[in-house]
């Protein structure tokens, strides 16, 4: 079931396409501000963003650029949905990373026809990198976890943890590794912070979570079979 952001900020607009679209079968998280929908994106990911340009907080353009600019989201398909119709609005939100572009009135079909249109092309296009390791199925291109073929959201950073470790298979990283590789130059990040994000992640394995073994005073290690 492809899953679908509805960022609009005009809530009878932002209803009915909620409305619709779950009609069609796809499953919709709606957004009426941008923030909200940036700050859930890494958690929660989606397979297409329906995207208005005229929003009150982080307008549309700026959203489809910083989402477009990340690798992490780079590859999540935005149509952009606007009153604004002039051609150099398009151009603007195309060159931004839009791939598809929508004015406002639309018809629900179009808009329908669309998404279906995107998303077969993105799932012909994408190349299928995954790396199975015990239970686990990880898509690192788009930062997907399954756990014995069931899928379970974790956040970017218990993402990379875990890529770290499985890469790493039975090398003991310290949590300064850990740290350095995860959270960059970030700032006001300690030992604990390494510590809460496994337990975290241990917890959202399941049966695989005892894989990270703790080394005492040092940090931690993936065990596979």
């Not at 779950?22 to 994106?41: D, H, N, R, T, Y």
Request: net charge negative.
């Amino acid at each position: 079931m492809p899953f679908v952001y509805v960022v609009e900020d005009d809530e009878d607009i932002n209803d009915l396409l909620v409305y619709n679209l779950q009609k069609e079968g796809f499953k919709v998280q709606p957004f009426l501000s941008s923030v909200e929908a940036l700050k859930s994106i890494y958690s929660n990911r989606p397979d297409i963003i329906l995207l208005d340009i005229m929003l009150p907080d982080i307008d549309g353009l700026e959203f489809c650029k910083m989402v477009k600019s990340n690798p992490e989201t780079e590859d999540i398909p935005i149509i952009m949905i606007t009153a604004k119709s002039t051609e150099i609005d398009k151009i603007v939100g195309l060159e931004l990373g839009a791939d598809d572009y929508i004015t406002k009135p639309f018809s629900i079909r179009e808009v329908v026809a669309r998404i279906k249109a995107i998303l077969r092309r993105t799932r012909r296009n994408r190349k299928e990198n995954s790396i199975k390791v015990d239970g686990l199925e990880i898509f690192p291109d788009r930062f997907e976890l399954r756990v014995d073929g069931n899928p379970v959201n974790l956040t970017s950073k218990e993402f990379r943890i875990l890529m770290l470790l499985v890469n790493n298979t039975g090398k003991v990283l310290s949590r300064e590794k850990i740290l350095e590789n995860v959270w960059d130059s970030e700032l006001d990040v300690y030992d604990r912070t390494v510590d809460v994000h496994i337990k975290k992640l241990r917890d959202k394995l399941g049966p695989y979570g005892k894989k990270i073994q703790t080394v005492r005073g040092i940090g931690y290690k993936w065990v596979s079979d």
